[in-house]
C-alpha cells in the first residue's frame, strides 16, 4: 500500500509544467542563452557584466527558463532564444548514433524537460528537437530498465551517475518494486512499522527535551 | 447466524438485483482493485459501502453473544477484518485521489446535471469542499498575501495536474467485447480494433476502455 | 499495491485441509464453509488453512500443482517457450511461499519445489522485461498479456505505466500545439 502520506506533486515533463511540481521549478531555473531584441531601459543591473544602466538591444545573456518563457512572444520580439548545445544538430547526431553512451547527467539535468520546454520558443528545428528527445529516450529505456532491477542492495550510484533526472526517477520506481517484492520474499514485509512521521515526532520531542 | 439477504440494486438502478452476501463482498473487491488501477476517481459506491456496513455490524452483534474462544467466533473475526481491511483500503484511496485532485473533482460535481449521481459521496464532497478552502487559505497567509494585489490569485484548476486519462492501465476482460478501436502511438502507424475475450488480459490505454471499468465489463488488475 | 496486498488476495484461494476436529458449518459472509469432520478432507480459503494450520487443528493437502515432478516439466517448457506459459495457479509465487512457510513439513520436497518456483518466477520475469522493452521500442499501443499473474505485472507496474507516461508526454511533444500554454 502507498501509505506514504506525502503524496508531491510529479512533473508535468512534455510542454506543460506543473505549478506545485517541486521539479518544475527547478527545471524553471536552468538557464538559457538568450539575445535581447529590444533595449530593455534601466535594467542594466540584472546583467552583471555590463556597465551601461541599460541593457542595450542585441545584448547575450542567460536567463532562467522561467523568465525568458515570460518574455518571450511569438509576435512581438523581445527575445530570442538560442539553442542550447545538446539540442543542436551537432549533438543530435551523437544521440542518434547510440543514445546510451551521452551522460545526460551532465548534459541536462533535465535533459528531456528543458527540451520538451524549449519547444515553446518557436525554432525551425523544433520538429528534429522533439524527434531527437523521444527517440533518445527510447533509446535508453532498456539500459534504465535493466540497471533498475539487476541491484538489490548494492551501492547505485555508478547505474545512476549518467541518467537524466527523469530516467532518475524510473529508476528508484523500478529499485523500489524489486525491493518490495524481495522484502516480501524474505517475510520482512508481515511487520508493521511505525509511519516515519511519528518517529520523526518523537525524535523531535526528545530533541525539545534535551535542549 | 444465518446469513441475511441485502438488497443492493445495480448500478444500472432500474434492475433491482438482490446480491447475496458473497456476492457483495466480491462487488467490494472488484470495487476495491478498480479504484486502487484507475487513474481517475470511480463514482462512488455508497449503496454498496453501506450495505457492507450493515453485514460487518449485524455479524459483529451476532458475535457479542458468543462466549470468548469459541473457534466458530474466532473464524468469523477474522473474516470481518479481512472485509474491514478491503472497505478502508477502497475508502482512503478515493480520499487519496480527492486530495490529488480537489479542483477538477470539485469542478465535476458542479457541472454534473440534475439527476446523475454524484461521483462523490456527501463525506467526500465534504471533506473535497474543506480540502480546497484549508489548501486556499494556507497559500493565501504563507505567500500570497504578501505579493501585489494582482498577484493573489492561484488558479487551482490550473495549478494542480488532472488526472492522466492516457495513462495506460492492465485490465482482465469478464465479458467479451469486440472492436475496440486501439489509437495509434506514431503518425506511421495505423488505428486498428481488438476483440477483447472473456477472460484475457491487456495493456492499454485508460481512456479506451473507462466506460468498460464502469459499466463491470472489464475489470483493473 | 504492495506484494503483501497480492498476498491478501491470494490468501482467497481455496485450500484442502483434513481437520483433527468436528465443527458445524460455519456461515461467513463471503459463502459457507465446513462441515469439518476429523479426517475427512474440506475445502477452506488459504487463510483460514493457516490460522488453523499454526493452531494445529489440521494438516494441509497441497494442491495439486505443488509437486516437484509437475513444476520441473512446467519449468522446462517455461525456458523452452518465448510467450508465458499458462501457469497453473494465479498466485503460484504468494501460495509457494505461504504454504511453505508455515506447512512445510505437510509439502513433500519443500526445498526443491522452493528452488523450482523461483526458477519458474526468474524465468517469466527475464521475459515480462523482453516484452516491456520491445513494447516501448516498437511504441505498442495494445499488448495481449494472458497468463501473467498479479504479483508478476505488481513488481514492475509503477516502472513499466511511468515509462509509458513519460513517452506519452514526450511523443506529444512532436505535435505542436496540443499541450496546453499554461499561464498562472
Not at chain 3, 146 to 168: A, C, G, P, Q, V
Amino acid at each position: 500500500m502507498d501509505t506514504q502520506s506525502y503524496m508531491p506533486v510529479p512533473p508535468g515533463v512534455g510542454l506543460e509544467e506543473n505549478f506545485f511540481s517541486l521539479d518544475d521549478i527547478l527545471l524553471s531555473h536552468q538557464r538559457l542563452p538568450c539575445r535581447t531584441e529590444n533595449a530593455f531601459p534601466r535594467l542594466g543591473f540584472l546583467e552583471k557584466s555590463s556597465e551601461t544602466p541599460d541593457i542595450l538591444e542585441g545584448t547575450k545573456m542567460e536567463m532562467p527558463l522561467w523568465l525568458a518563457k515570460g518574455l518571450y512572444e511569438r509576435k512581438r520580439r523581445v527575445l530570442s532564444v538560442d539553442l542550447p548545445k545538446m539540442y543542436r544538430e551537432g549533438w543530435r547526431t551523437v544521440f542518434g548514433a547510440d543514445p546510451n553512451v551521452v551522460d545526460l547527467h551532465k548534459m541536462g539535468p533535465y535533459f528531456y524537460g528543458l527540451g520538451s520546454q524549449l519547444l515553446h520558443f518557436d525554432s525551425p528545428e523544433n520538429p528534429e528537437i522533439a524527434q531527437a528527445i523521444l527517440q533518445t529516450y527510447i533509446g535508453r529505456f532498456r539500459r534504465t530498465m535493466d540497471s533498475s532491477q539487476n541491484a538489490y542492495n548494492e551501492d547505485t550510484s555508478a547505474l545512476v551517475e549518467r541518467l537524466d533526472f527523469l530516467e532518475r526517477t524510473l529508476f528508484r520506481e523500478g529499485q523500489s518494486g524489486l525491493n518490495s517484492f524481495q522484502q516480501w520474499e524474505r517475510g520482512k514485509a508481515g511487520h508493521l512499522t511505525a509511519s516515519s512521521l511519528v518517529t520523526n515526532y518523537r525524535k523531535r520531542k526528545i530533541n525539545e527535551l534535551q535542549e | 447466524m444465518s446469513d441475511a439477504g441485502s438488497d443492493f440494486s445495480g448500478e444500472d438502478g432500474s434492475q433491482e438485483d438482490i446480491m447475496t452476501p458473497a456476492e457483495l463482498i466480491a462487488k467490494l473487491e472488484e470495487t476495491w482493485l478498480n479504484e486502487r488501477f484507475s487513474p481517475e476517481l470511480l463514482e462512488n459506491k455508497s449503496e454498496m459501502v453501506e450495505c457492507v456496513m450493515e453485514q460487518l455490524m449485524h455479524m459483529e452483534e451476532n458475535l457479542q453473544r458468543v462466549k470468548k474462544g469459541d473457534v466458530k467466533a474466532s473464524i468469523h473475526r477474522m473474516e470481518i477484518d479481512r472485509i474491514r481491511f478491503v472497505l478502508s483500503s477502497y475508502l482512503r484511496s478515493r480520499l487519496q485521489k480527492v486530495e490529488k485532485f480537489f479542483p477538477h473533482v470539485l469542478e465535476k460535481e458542479k457541472s454534473r446535471s440534475e439527476g446523475d449521481p454524484s461521483f462523490l459521496s456527501p463525506e467526500e464532497f465534504a471533506f473535497a469542499k474543506e480540502y480546497m478552502a484549508n489548501t486556499e487559505t494556507y497559500l493565501k497567509a504563507v505567500a500570497l498575501k504578501h505579493m501585489p494585489p494582482n498577484l493573489q490569485q492561484v488558479d487551482m484548476l490550473k495549478a494542480v495536474p488532472e488526472p492522466c486519462l492516457d495513462c495506460f492501465v492492465f485490465l482482465r476482460v469478464k465479458e467479451r467485447q469486440e472492436n475496440i478501436l486501439v489509437e495509434p502511438e506514431t503518425d506511421d502507424q495505423r488505428e486498428y480494433v481488438v476483440d477483447l475475450d472473456e477472460g484475457s488480459q491487456h495493456l492499454m490505454r485508460y481512456r479506451t476502455i473507462a466506460p468498460l471499468v464502469s459499466s463491470g465489463a472489464v475489470q483493473l488488475i | 499495491m504492495d506484494p503483501s496486498e497480492v498476498e491478501f488476495l491470494a490468501e482467497k484461494e481455496t485450500v484442502k485441509i483434513i481437520p483433527n476436529f468436528s465443527l458445524d458449518k460455519v456461515y461467513l459472509i463471503g459463502g459457507d464453509l465446513g462441515p469439518f469432520n476429523p479426517g475427512l478432507p474440506v475445502s477452506v480459503p488459504v487463510w483460514l488453512a493457516l490460522n488453523l494450520k499454526q493452531r494445529q487443528k489440521c494438516r494441509i493437502v497441497p494442491p495439486e500443482w505443488m509437486d516437484a515432478d509437475k513444476l520441473e516439466e512446467i519449468r522446462e517448457l517455461e525456458r523452452k517457450e518465448d510467450t508465458f506459459t499458462p501457469i497453473p495457479s494465479p498466485h503460484y509465487m504468494e501460495l509457494t511461499k505461504l504454504l511453505l512457510n508455515h506447512a512445510a513439513d505437510n509439502i513433500p520436497k519443500a526445498d526443491e519445489i522452493r528452488t523450482l518456483v523461483k526458477d519458474i518466477w526468474d524465468t517469466r520475469i527475464a521475459k515480462l522485461r523482453l516484452s516491456a522493452d520491445s513494447f516501448i521500442t516498437q511504441q505498442e499501443a495494445h499488448a495481449k498479456l494472458d497468463n501473467l499473474t498479479l504479483m508478476e505485472i505488481n513488481t514492475t507496474r509503477t516502472f513499466l505505466l511511468d515509462s509509458l507516461k513519460y513517452m506519452y508526454k514526450l511523443r506529444s511533444n512532436l505535435q505542436p500545439g496540443s499541450g496546453k500554454s499554461q499561464d498562472y
